[in-house]
């Protein structure tokens, strides 16, 4: 029996007035994102993502980097008015991070703050994801999507533990975002379509059996496409390629991370 087929897209990064050669897939026309950042750089389209999300999150210093980053974004803007207006409605994590006169002023404005310093075993991230997961913004579990400004850059560790919360989570979608990148995982339980936004996306692109090693993957729309091909660490894992057509095709035995370049 054949999988069942789970579409992809990045068209929530693209500008309102970019036209594209085909629409959104019937999943991203329905989807309702949130936007979860990390302590870490904000990457250039995080107005975008902020105005297109019905819920955001910070990750207790992501406060902070929403406070001093958002008015850099947008320098020819007073920067009280975007700070007003780019204002988190939860603040969520260990509140180790965030700084005092940041948290007083968020606060002050009407976000919730959640501190759950009481609990060591998962990162800040895990906790943003069980939020929203518990507090939807769309009526449908499957139209979510959970965008991560800051997820990639800093410390390997948080790298790493934040890529392991795609695996925790395989059910929810989740897109780690850079500057650089885009980052998801493929669930071995769906074949997959992602739709090529070329204009802001590749072409440079990448699978990788992070969570076990795959002994038969098959895509199409690749400049070098695998053909049942085994993928593992310690052998083939498919890095620098190319994306070639407009939809690329992907069905695996195992959990894929699947990445692919931002354009600047």
Same mark, same amino acid.
């Given at each position: ?25 019937? %999943? ?51 920067? %009280? ?22 948290? /007083? ?6 976000? /919730? ?45 948080? /790298? ?85 057509? /407009? ?18």
């Amino acid at each position: 029996m054949p999988l069942p087929t789970m579409t992809h897209s990045s068209s929530f990064l693209r500008l309102p007035a970019t036209s594209s050669p085909h629409p959104p897939p019937a %999943d991203d026309a329905s989807a309702a994102y949130a936007v979860v950042v990390l302590n870490q750089r904000l990457p250039r389209f995080a107005p975008l993502l902020w105005d297109r999300a019905r819920l955001r999150v910070c990750a207790d210093g992501g406060a902070n980097r929403v406070f001093d980053g958002m008015p850099e974004l947008l320098p020819a803007e007073d920067p %009280d008015q975007v700070r007003m207006r780019y204002k988190p409605d939860v603040i969520k994590g260990d509140m180790d991070s965030i700084r005092p006169e940041v948290k /007083e002023y968020y606060s002050n404005l009407g976000a /919730e703050i959640v501190d759950e310093s009481h609990d060591q075993d998962t990162t800040d991230l895990h906790k943003c994801v069980s939020f929203i997961t518990r507090n939807p913004p769309g009526s449908e579990e499957s139209n979510l999507y959970i965008l991560v400004l800051g997820a990639l850059g800093g410390r390997f560790d948080h /790298e790493m533990g934040n890529i392991n919360v795609l695996y925790r989570f395989s059910n929810i979608r989740i897109v780690l975002l850079s500057d650089d990148c885009s980052i998801f995982l493929l669930p071995k339980t769906h074949s997959h379509e992602i739709h090529i936004e070329r204009s802001i996306e590749g072409p440079h692109c990448g699978l990788i059996p992070m969570g076990s090693p795959s002994a038969s993957t098959t895509t199409t729309g690749l400049r070098w496409n695998l053909d049942n091909t085994s993928m593992s660490y310690g052998g083939l894992i498919s890095t620098s390629n190319i994306v070639e057509e /407009e939809t690329v095709s992907i069905t695996s035995d195992s959990d894929l991370i699947w990445t692919i370049s931002l354009r600047n």
